[in-house]
């Protein structure tokens, strides 16, 4: 039944991995899924256009300006023509290996969304940065609350989409608000979420880390607007 899949990958200034983070998506197991990488340069000002534009072979795409990773993420989804889309960051902090978790349950039609977490399994709880631990606690806690579900952890990257089932959800966020929306909207929609346990590197601010303690109350004011206002 599912035959193809839309790996989208927003970019911003990530010169010094993009190049492996390609590579690695291109040797994941995909479950025999035929797959297009559609990569989103989302403005940035170093060399990472210069390296994605040698990329013929995927679907390449720009912005004007630099908006953010929601934004970037929407361009993404609006190309998007597979059975399946998932979502991989530019970065090292997420394992592509860890798709063919993901991908099983909605192969044999048992979600219709997967999240993949990194707090499923204690063990992962000391991959965290602390600060950043503690704001997804408290922002997965309070998804639960004002939505009735079960997530450990809403603030994940790695998100799997029958596309089918998301099409017709219309994405406002143009930053890190993009996670807490397409949750706030799939559980609205009562659609099938699942999770499923990954593993986690996560990177420094030094390291190029975009999060800010902004994106935190941010991300508080989309669930409230998603759950009272919308």
């Known amino acids: 039944m599912y035959k193809t899949i839309d790996i989208i990958i927003p970019v911003y200034n990530e010169e010094k991995t993009i190049k492996k983070v390609i590579e690695r998506v291109e040797s994941a197991d995909f479950c025999s899924l035929k797959k297009r990488l559609i990569l989103v340069d989302d403005c940035s000002t170093d060399s990472t256009a210069e390296i994605l534009s040698k990329y013929n072979e995927h679907l390449v795409l720009t912005q004007e300006r630099n908006i953010g990773k929601g934004a970037a993420i929407s361009l993404g989804l609006a190309h998007a023509s597979a059975d399946i889309v998932v979502i991989q960051d530019a970065d090292f902090e997420y394992n592509p290996s ?133």
């Open 98 to 230: 860890d798709y063919s978790r993901l991908l099983p349950l909605i192969l044999c039609d048992k979600a219709d969304v997967v999240y993949g977490s990194r707090l499923k399994e204690r063990s992962q709880d000391s991959s965290f940065l602390f600060l950043s631990f503690l704001a997804n606690k408290f922002l997965t806690f309070l998804t639960n609350t004002l939505f009735g579900s079960k997530l450990t952890d809403m603030e994940t990257c790695y998100k799997a989409f029958k596309r089918e089932c998301i099409s017709d959800i219309k994405i406002n966020a143009k930053r890190f608000d993009f996670e807490p929306e397409i949750t706030a909207k799939i559980l609205r929609k009562k659609l099938r979420l699942k999770e499923v346990p990954i593993s986690y590197n996560p990177r420094a601010y030094k390291e190029g880390k975009k999060v800010k303690a902004k994106d935190a109350i941010e991300a508080i004011f989309t669930l409230f607007y998603y759950r009272f206002f919308n």
